[in-house]
Nanobody, 122 residues
């Protein structure tokens, strides 16, 4: 599966953004999907995960209650709705696909999108 993330931009603290991750290939529905982010000078970190059918989601404590992950298998697309954005959410956001089940480890994801930059000003 090939992935392409989009939807990033420059916003103010408290604003919302929705990221999208479009997948190519007919096997999108077989994959668990995740969002990760990488801030300047920091390691890539887990944000959210959704199971292949959208039945279960998991999120990092830092985004719980503010970010919502979802997917539409008919459209081969995953989303990350980000509300109440904070300056510390500034990062490049990556979508990724895994056949390994729920994981917060980047090494368990076999396909990655190119990343989309989210900048939150104070």
């Amino acid at each position: 599966v090939q992935l392409q993330a989009c939807g990033g931009g420059l916003v103010q603290a408290g604003d919302s953004l929705r990221l999208s991750c479009a997948a190519s290939g007919r096997s999108f529905g077989n994959y668990g999907m995740g969002w990760f982010r990488q801030a300047p000078g920091k390691e890539r970190e887990f944000v959210s995960y959704i199971t292949w059918n959208g039945g279960f989601t998991y999120s990092a404590d830092s985004v719980k209650g503010r970010f919502t992950i979802s997917r539409d298998n008919a459209k081969n697309t995953m989303y990350l709705q980000m509300n109440s954005l904070k300056p510390e959410d500034t990062a490049v956001y990556y979508c990724a696909a895994t056949l390994s089940g729920y994981s917060r480890q980047t090494s368990d994801y076999s396909a990655w999108g190119q990343g989309t930059l989210v900048t939150v000003s104070s």
